[in-house]
Every structure is written in C-alpha cells, then in structure tokens.
C-alpha cells in the first residue's frame, strides 16, 4: 500500500508544487499520483510541524492536471537520502562559504 504524501495544493512561481501534507516523507523522496506516475520529488518540508507543507520540483509538463489531487510516497524511493541534503562548508577568511553539493574536486 502507498504511503500518502499530501494535497497539491498549486504551483508556486518558482515553479515548485506546494502539498498539504500530515505526515511529510524524507526530503528527496519520489512522489507518484494514483496511478503510479512519478510526479515530483520532495526538495523541503515547510511551516510548522503541526501544519506541514513540501515543496517539490515537478517531474511532468502536465502540472495543471496534478492540482488538487493527492500524491504518494513511491515505494522504492531510497531510505538513505543522505546525499540530496549534505552541504559542505570551507573556512575561509570571510568565514563559511556554501560550495554546493557538487562531486567535482
């Protein structure tokens, strides 16, 4: 059975869904609508902890037909999503740096 992920409620201008959610799955992880098409992927969980809400980067040209429906947790969506949140850090002089999460050295 498919773990619900929440509500889209729209599309935010940065392109980003935004769902209503209850209990909000890791960051990273895929969500599929009724049918089992990949719909988005979980880039941050938002708002309070009592009233969570994702934003997920869409994977489908067809936004406006996900609006108002519910999406789920895809099932073999990886647990260790480790890599989709590690930042790394340098000291500089100027103090810490982002420098992405890029595999170039």
Do not use: C, W
Not at 15 to 30: A, Y
Not at 64 to 71: D, F, N
């Amino acid at each position: 059975m498919l773990q619900e992920a929440g509500t889209v409620l729209h599309l935010a201008r940065s392109g980003r869904l935004i769902l209503k959610t209850t209990n909000p799955p890791r960051e990273g992880s895929v969500l599929v609508d009724e049918k089992g098409r990949r719909t988005a992927k979980v880039l941050e969980i938002i708002g309070p902890a009592s009233s969570p809400y994702l934003s997920a980067q869409p994977l489908t040209d067809r936004i406006e037909r996900v609006t108002g429906t519910k999406l789920f947790v895809e099932e073999n969506t990886p647990r260790d999503s480790r890599q989709f949140t590690e930042r790394k850090f340098s000291s500089k002089q100027s103090g810490r740096r982002y420098q992405g999460n890029s595999r170039r050295s």
